[in-house]
């Protein structure tokens, strides 16, 4: 049986399935009144550029260890039940899905505020790295709101 | 020899290489690093100035006087996807 980290905090280059991840978190418990997700994907403009496909670069190791630092402190500072959060590395098609956070709480208004918060700090603190292929050539992203 | 670790465009600016071999000969600290990259990389020498990439040992973020042990990971960490991690 895999841990409860190796369940809920993946990094990995295939893609997920959204429903699979929110029954995941549905069957932890049956306190669970509401999920809130975010789902973030690819778009095919940045900055007025058209974007064609994106890469991931991720830290191996640290980039784990920062999700798993992220789920921890939702699970004490919020009235959550469980989060799952996962992110894609590798080459992504415009459209296709980059993130996933899933909150499960009793009722809705943690579950939204838990899950804003997890996608903030997982893009504030999680060493990822996005690489835009546009027409004009390969741009490093630095940053996004 | 210390092995540094690169990411996104530090891996760029150094030819596309994954990583650094590098031999700190006057000093143990990450600022003594940072000299050597000035030396021989002075693009990611001078974001690291800028602050724009960090350094980390031992997946943490570093400081110019955090010492550098045998065996230490090391890396370069340009800015995160999702916005500046400082």
Not at chain 1, 45 to 64: L, P
Request: with cysteine; charged share 30%; net charge negative.
């Amino acid at each position: 049986m895999p841990t409860d980290d190796a369940q809920f905090v993946r990094v990995q280059r295939e893609d997920f399935s959204v429903d699979a991840e929110i029954n995941l978190v549905r069957g932890r418990s049956k306190r669970i009144g509401g999920i809130s997700i975010f789902l973030g994907t690819a778009r095919d403009r940045s900055k007025g550029r058209e974007v064609v496909s994106i890469t991931f670069d991720h830290y191996e190791g640290m980039a784990q260890r920062k999700l798993r630092e992220i789920r921890e402190r939702a699970m004490k500072d919020f009235d959550i039940i469980e989060v799952a959060i996962l992110h894609r590395y590798g080459e992504i098609g415009i459209g296709d899905n980059i993130v996933l956070i899933v909150v499960g709480a009793e009722h809705r208004a943690e579950a939204f505020r838990a899950c804003q918060w997890a996608i903030d700090e997982l893009k504030r603190i999680t060493p990822i790295w996005k690489l835009e292929y546009t027409p004009e050539g390969e741009v490093w992203v630095e940053e996004h709101p | 020899m210390i092995t540094v670790r690169l990411f996104g465009m530090t891996k760029s600016l150094a030819g596309n290489q994954d990583s650094l071999s590098l031999a700190l000969t006057n000093g143990r600290q990450v600022k003594d690093l940072v000299e050597l990259l000035d030396a021989g990389y002075p693009m990611i020498g001078e974001l690291i100035h800028k602050k724009k990439v960090l350094v980390s040992v031992n997946q943490e973020i570093a400081h110019e006087e955090t010492e550098i042990l045998d065996g230490d990971e090391l890396a370069l960490l340009p800015p995160f996807a999702g916005g500046t991690p400082w």
